[in-house]
């Protein structure tokens, strides 16, 4: 063979082993698909959540784990809260602070549940995750803080509330300031615990790039299916997340006042959950961001909006107890507002907010409406509300 042929022949089997290269490269995706494509056209707002994604064998790979546990937990703490405001003929009931931090903290069995008590999670390590360990314990500290103010207010609870003494206004019990603490505690962590998971540690990048080529071990889903399956358990633990205020049950917590707050936007948020769980089977990374953010803005513009509404609503009513309940809510919605990262919110910004409106001398007993007025106008500047 002439030196031509073999440089010919040399320069053939290059360009094979080129083709060849090329071909594997095509042909082998990033991640291995565990499971048959899904239609994203055939989700829709009626599509249960729970039941529509499944493996090869048919088997369903949905799974909230503890996510669903938590919110039921938070359910028996707020029951529980709730105790000390309730309308006649039932007596309100003074509150044991040890009961109070046993339920946030799932120490001596005090769920009403047996499961819960055994499931080996707890509300006060998974409030204010995200944070670093520093600002971490100082939300929890804030909660903890806000169970002692309400434990030491319901011993006032057959007392009328006066400014400088805790007691009832209305059916409402209030501290010595004021301010409505089961409220407080209830919607600080609709932020620091739910929002804070769902928006800040479970759709976020490390999340969402989790390992999905293989199933956790012993179980039928991924890491990054199990993670997006828990956003879900935060919102809701229902097969189909229920967008209508109108029907009964409602959904609890944070899926409600979604639903109550923005309309339109909760069934969008629904689909948002079912396309982003499809478009990880799907491989398809781009669709999966797409819906993360769909969620996380409209979870923290619920957040928003919420403050906004119970801050007017303070200002509009002439009932000192409807007045005192909705600035209760606003007070605790207003702390979440730190948890709303996406929007560019953080402790500072959320701290000057609240500061406005709590840091008076007698608290909401001296309150003006436009102290009130500046807290909106700064929250609807920041969401573009």
């Avoid at 001596?108 to 499931?119: E, G, Q, R």
């Avoid at 209830?186 to 998971?197: C, I, N, P, R």
């Amino acid at each position: 063979m002439n030196i031509v042929s073999r440089a010919s022949f040399g320069l053939f089997f290059a360009a094979l082993g080129l083709v060849s290269c090329s071909k594997e490269v095509e042909v082998t995706p990033a991640t291995p698909a565990l499971r048959p494509k899904i239609d994203y056209a055939t989700l829709t707002a009626t599509s249960p959540y729970t039941t529509s994604f499944k493996d090869a064998n048919g088997v369903i790979t949905v799974d909230l784990g503890v996510a669903a546990t938590r919110l039921d937990m938070f359910t028996e703490l707020n029951n529980y809260m709730a105790t000390v405001a309730v309308a006649a003929p039932a007596t309100p009931a003074t509150l044991d602070l040890a009961r109070l931090r046993n339920l946030y903290t799932s120490a001596n069995a005090p769920f009403t549940a047996p499961a819960l008590n055994t499931s080996g999670v707890q509300l006060r390590d998974k409030t204010a995750a995200s944070f670093s360990d520093a600002n971490a314990t100082t939300v929890r500290n804030y909660i903890d803080g806000q169970l002692a103010t309400l434990a030491t207010a319901s011993q006032s609870v057959n007392q009328t509330a006066t400014p400088g003494n805790a007691g009832r206004v209305g059916r409402y019990l209030v501290d010595a300031r004021g301010f409505e603490p089961n409220q407080v505690i209830q919607k600080a962590l609709l932020g620091a615990l739910l929002l804070d998971q769902i928006g800040n540690v479970l759709l976020t990048n490390s999340s969402l790039t989790a390992e999905n080529g293989k199933v956790v071990a012993g179980k039928l889903y991924s890491e990054r299916e199990h993670n997006w399956d828990m956003a879900y358990g935060y919102l809701t633990t229902n097969a189909i997340m229920t967008t209508d205020i109108a029907l009964t049950p409602r959904e609890r917590f944070l899926a409600g006042y979604l639903n109550e707050k923005n309309g339109p936007a909760s069934p969008g948020v629904y689909l948002a959950f079912l396309k982003g769980r499809a478009a990880i089977v799907n491989n398809d990374e781009a669709t999966l961001k797409a819906q993360a953010d769909i969620i996380r803005t409209e979870l923290e513009r619920t957040i928003a909006k919420s403050a906004v509404s119970y801050l007017v609503n303070w200002k509009a009513a002439a009932d000192p107890a409807v007045k005192a309940h909705a600035l209760g809510e606003g007070i605790g919605f207003i702390y979440s507002l730190r948890f709303c990262t996406k929007a560019g919110a953080d402790t500072a910004w959320a701290d000057s907010v609240l500061n406005g409106l709590t840091s008076g001398t007698n608290g909401a007993w001296s309150l003006t409406n436009s102290q009130a007025d500046v807290a909106i106008a700064a929250i609807n500047t920041k969401f573009s509300l």
